[in-house]
């Protein structure tokens, strides 16, 4: 069953801190692999994509990783601001088209940043 | 639009109403998902529309809840004598392709939060 599963379920860090999110994967056959940032109240917005292919993209403090092999990915957020509270989800889309287009999403690492 | 539309934000309807809830996805954009995000719980898939293809249904919980999309652009949800348990966000996204099949950008609108009391 694909499935995508994310921790730490929740953290708490202070700020300017780094912390990393994981999220690990059994979704066959791979397309690509996105995070999302989602405010509280707001819809998830992009970060970053990742093919099969890529190591590692950035977006900004966030920087994202794929070890396709293993099949898991991080995400790391350098000097943390109070703004980076939120949920971040990652999300998983399976290489084959027509149905939902294939998303599979993890329930997400909620993110509070403290000052 | 330059983004994903939802309306309304907030709805609050009592047991056993109907609702409708509307999304303006981006102009040109050919593919249509409908999310629903419980308390706590990861997005569930409910329906996804692409083109003029025939929509993928599987994610829709019973057959109280139907969605169109007229004129491959707007959609309307609606869900027939609403129940407490259907109270969550519901989310909309669109995306110039399939997402699944393709690496462009999915955007999702700001989402509904629906209350049923």
């Known amino acids: 069953k694909n499935q995508v599963e994310q921790s730490p379920q929740s953290l708490i860090i202070l700020e300017g801190k780094n912390c990393t999110l994981q999220?690990?994967?059994?979704?066959?056959?791979?397309?690509?692999l996105r995070w999302y940032k989602q405010d509280t109240g707001r819809g998830p917005v992009s970060l970053t994509i990742?093919?099969?292919?890529?190591n590692t993209k950035s977006n900004g403090r966030y920087t994202a990783t794929l070890d396709a092999d293993t099949k898991q990915s991080s995400l790391h957020i350098t000097a943390s601001q109070l703004s980076d509270s939120a949920s971040y989800i990652c999300?998983?889309?399976?290489?084959?088209?027509?149905?939902?287009?294939?998303?599979?999403f993890g329930k997400g690492t909620k993110l509070s940043v403290k000052p | 639009g330059a983004g994903v539309s939802q309306s309304p934000s907030n709805k609050v309807t009592e047991k056993g109403k109907d609702v409708e809830l509307r999304c303006d996805p981006i102009?040109?954009?050919?593919?249509l998902y409908w999310y629903r995000q419980s308390l706590g719980q990861g997005l569930e898939f409910l329906i996804y529309?692409?083109?003029?293809?025939?929509?993928?249904k599987s994610g829709l919980p019973s057959d109280r809840f139907s969605a169109e999309r007229t004129g491959g652009s707007v959609s309307t949800l609606t869900i027939q004598r609403t129940q407490q348990e259907d109270s969550a966000v519901y989310l909309c996204?669109?995306?110039?392709?399939?997402?699944?099949?393709?690496?462009?950008?999915?955007?999702f609108g700001s989402g509904t939060r629906l209350t049923v009391v």
């Open positions: 996204a669109s995306s110039l392709v399939g997402a699944g099949v393709s690496n462009y950008g999915y955007t």
């Open positions: 999220c690990n994967y059994t979704v066959s056959p791979f397309s690509n």
């Open positions: 990742m093919t099969f292919s890529e």
């Open positions: 999300v998983v889309s399976e290489a084959l088209g027509g149905s939902q287009g294939n998303l599979i």
């Open positions: 102009s040109g954009h050919t593919a």
């Open positions: 529309f692409q083109g003029n293809s025939a929509p993928d």
